[in-house]
């Protein structure tokens, strides 16, 4: 059944890959251990979401860096990020790196968040990541159907076509599953398949533990809903 609503998300979301887990909280943290981000790496993110988002930066052992909201959005606000970087980091052009000066770390991914029925603005978000080399982990895990569903008649997912999207279903959330879930998106197959073995206690195989994983197998009792 986990294995069907897979599919059919994946499907829906116009993306290659669906890995159902737990919760939204191991969607983010999975996501961020399965994109590359490592011990002391920087993630980007704003203060004003639940602490799942942080929580989950912190447990893959990266660091956060907090950049201020949209006053109209309440969501990451570009401006303010591209304006901290240029501000606080260097860029190696011949390694690709972005390196936050007073820590000497690496600045590696961006989270933003979307709530309250307002998307983050991707656009700028996403030039960002392209000229300083940044993994883009959209949390939607409190977006709400407006967020999810917003884009459909344009054929553009909200957030699911970038290294990962991470959602949170539950009864009274949507998409809403019987019992507690969670889900990531992503175009990348090397990112989907190790996402499954850190979900499932570092096997691929049964009984063939090739990495230190997790208990995050998924435990939803029926597919979706999708209003």
């Known amino acids: 059944m986990v294995e069907e609503f897979e599919r059919e998300f ?4 116009d993306t290659k890959f669906c890995v159902g887990v737990n ?40 660091h956060i860096a907090f950049v201020d909201i949209h006053e109209q959005t309440y969501t ?22 972005l390196i936050e000066r007073a820590s ?17 603005d991707m656009d700028p978000i996403m030039e960002l990541a392209a000229k300083y080399n940044l993994v883009v982990i959209e949390d939607a895990c409190s977006a709400r159907r407006r967020v999810l569903f917003k884009k459909v008649q344009c054929l553009e997912k909200s957030g699911l ?14 998409p809403r599953c019987c019992g507690e879930g969670g889900a990531i998106t992503t175009n990348d197959e090397a990112m989907a ?9 570092g096997q691929a195989k049964k ?21």
């Open 10 to 13: 994946a499907q829906f979301c």
């Open 23 to 62: 919760s939204g909280t191991d969607a983010l943290r999975f996501a961020f251990m399965s994109a590359g981000i490592e011990r002391g790496d920087i993630v980007i993110t704003v203060p004003h979401t639940f602490i799942a988002t942080t929580e989950a930066i912190s447990q893959a052992g990266a």
């Open 76 to 97: 990451l606000d570009p401006e303010n990020c591209g304006n901290n970087l240029e501000k606080d980091c260097d860029f190696d052009a011949k390694t690709g790196k």
């Open 104 to 120: 000497k770390r690496k600045v590696a991914a961006v989270v933003p968040v979307h709530l309250y029925g307002q998307m983050a």
């Open 161 to 174: 076509h970038r290294q990962g999207g991470c959602l949170q279903l539950l009864p009274w959330k949507e």
């Open 193 to 201: 398949q190790r996402m499954k073995m850190i979900r499932d206690h």
């Open 207 to 227: 009984y063939y533990h090739d990495i230190e994983g997790y208990n995050g197998r998924s435990i939803l009792s029926r597919r979706m809903v999708v209003p």
